[in-house]
């Protein structure tokens, strides 16, 4: 299978600034790349850091001014998950800034007492999915799951959110990850769940819109503060525009249910 991503960011910078990108796919080893980052034209220096929850950071320092951000990927074939670690099981098991599991944790043993194993992470997601009205511009960046599970409307990363903080919330060890998802209409970036079941990391996408099999991860974290696709640290940026494309040569129908992990 042959995937393409490729994102297209305009920033306007009021003062110098270090720019920390999370745009790039994590995996490196079948992808052929190119980030380019802009000032005025001028092309602007850019050094990749790895990221300890497995991605790729990339460090731009601007000044004043108009900046672009060009990335472009195709993806030939696949990675094999990342390994499980058992401080990662630790990690994702705790609660976090905007998956707050300690708080949810009458109505997850409520809603899913006898469940277990396969069965308890599929109607989580199926719940989640039935419960959230998935309509853009209603919920904030400073929303959680549990004003989430409040307002009954989010997107993607809401949904993320209240799935993986109801799972954390029932000792199954959950994160989320930003990806590119083919398929998804409009385009942008797309927040999943992963949740560790059966020995290993599988993939679900609560909002039912993405073929898992196309995905394209690009960071992991425990929440959407550890996956942003831009920091700013110094100085003041004003967003301009965000273009964001991803395509698949193989579009298979998921049915959300099967159990699929998703590449490194």
């Given at each position: ?17 270090r ?5 790039a ?13 802009r ?46 670690t ?10 976090s ?46 929303d959680?799951?549990l ?18 903080a109801?799972l ?13 998802a ?10 999943v ?13 609560p909002t ?57």
């Amino acid at each position: 299978m042959q995937r393409t991503a490729s994102t297209h960011i305009v920033l306007h910078a009021k003062a110098p600034a270090r720019l920390l990108l999370s745009v790039a796919v994590a995996d490196k080893n079948n992808v052929q790349e190119q980030l380019i980052v802009r000032q005025d034209e001028v092309e602007v220096p850019v050094r990749e850091l790895a990221d300890h929850h497995g991605g790729r950071i990339h460090i731009a320092e601007v000044n004043s001014g108009r900046v672009s951000v060009a990335y472009d990927a195709t993806i030939t074939g696949t990675t094999p998950p990342p390994p499980v670690t058992e401080s990662d099981l630790i990690l994702y098991s705790r609660q976090s800034r905007y998956c707050e599991s300690d708080q949810l944790g009458n109505v997850a043993r409520a809603e899913f007492a006898g469940l277990a194993g396969v069965e308890l992470v599929n109607s989580v997601r199926d719940w989640v999915n039935q419960q959230l009205n998935y309509i853009p511009g209603t919920s904030r960046s400073s929303d959680g799951a549990l004003h989430t599970l409040i307002s009954r409307n989010g997107v993607c990363r809401d949904f993320a959110h209240l799935n993986i903080a109801l799972l954390r919330a029932l000792d199954v060890p959950a994160r989320l990850v930003s990806t590119y998802a083919p398929g998804v209409t409009p385009a942008d970036f797309h927040a999943v769940t992963e949740a560790f079941i059966d020995g290993s990391w599988h993939v679900f996408d609560p909002t039912g819109r993405a073929p898992r099999h196309t995905l394209m991860r690009i960071a992991t974290g425990r929440d959407a503060a550890d996956t942003a696709w831009l920091t700013v640290i110094g100085g003041q940026v004003n967003f301009g525009s965000l273009a964001v494309n991803a395509e698949a040569d193989d579009m298979v129908e998921d049915d959300h249910a099967t159990l699929i992990n998703l590449p490194a």
